[in-house]
């Protein structure tokens, strides 16, 4: 069985020693998804709404909360991100809005923490610039989608669990 690395022997939480890992490319990609009323979904799509535009804040939002993701999360190593890139997609069907963030870093730990920290952030942004039009928007299936890179490789979630 696999054990804990952010836990030392004696069960104290530490930072995990990269050190001695190699640099290489290391890529990750997240998914949020915010559900919402089809009149708030049809206000965002719009660009109607009296805050500005909600995804292009969400965006930034986004971006922003990947390189603080060590100043959020403790036990994070700070990262130098080469690339951030945070998109939407409106499904009316669903009225949602479905985010996706992918984080590139060329180093020697993964960037999955801060994608979802982007992907999340950015549903959050979404909520808050919403809510006033509809408190009862819900952030659902926040997850890792995809990493590359490292000593563990290629790993991408079953397409049967990413709907």
Same mark, same amino acid.
């Not at 995990?16 to 990750?28: L, Q, Y």
């Not at 939002?61 to 060590?70: E, L, M």
């Given at each position: 069985?696999?054990?804990?690395?952010?836990?030392?022997?004696?069960?104290?939480?530490?930072?995990?020693?990269?050190?001695?890992?190699?640099?290489?490319?290391?890529?990750?990609?997240?998914?949020?998804?915010?559900?919402?009323?089809?009149?708030?979904?049809?206000?965002?799509?719009?660009?109607?709404?009296?805050?500005?535009?909600?995804?292009?804040?969400?965006?930034?939002?986004?971006?922003?909360?990947?390189?603080?993701?060590?100043?959020?999360?403790?036990?994070?190593?700070?990262?130098?991100? #080469?690339? &951030? +890139?945070?998109?939407?997609? %409106?499904?009316?069907?669903?009225?949602?809005?479905? *985010?996706?963030?992918? $984080? =590139?870093?060329?180093?020697? #730990?993964? &960037? +999955?923490?801060?994608?979802? %920290?982007?992907?999340?952030?950015?549903?959050?942004? *979404?909520?808050?610039? $919403? =809510?006033?039009?509809?408190?009862?928007?819900?952030?659902?299936?926040?997850?890792?989608?995809?990493?590359?890179?490292?000593?563990?490789?290629?790993?991408?979630?079953?397409?049967?669990?990413?709907?």
């Amino acid at each position: 069985m696999s054990k804990l690395t952010h836990i030392d022997e004696t069960g104290a939480a530490r930072m995990v020693d990269v050190g001695a890992k190699t640099i290489s490319e290391r890529v990750a990609v997240a998914r949020a998804i915010v559900s919402m009323q089809a009149q708030t979904l049809v206000l965002l799509e719009q660009g109607g709404h009296k805050k500005g535009d909600v995804l292009a804040v969400a965006r930034i939002a986004g971006i922003q909360a990947a390189k603080k993701c060590s100043d959020l999360i403790p036990l994070c190593h700070p990262l130098m991100l #080469t690339s &951030v +890139e945070v998109s939407f997609e %409106t499904d009316p069907e669903s009225s949602s809005v479905v *985010i996706q963030a992918c $984080c =590139k870093v060329s180093g020697q #730990t993964g &960037v +999955e923490m801060e994608a979802l %920290t982007a992907a999340t952030i950015a549903a959050l942004t *979404i909520y808050d610039m $919403c =809510k006033a039009v509809d408190k009862g928007m819900e952030i659902q299936s926040v997850g890792l989608l995809e990493k590359q890179g490292g000593k563990s490789g290629h790993w991408l979630r079953d397409e049967a669990a990413r709907d």
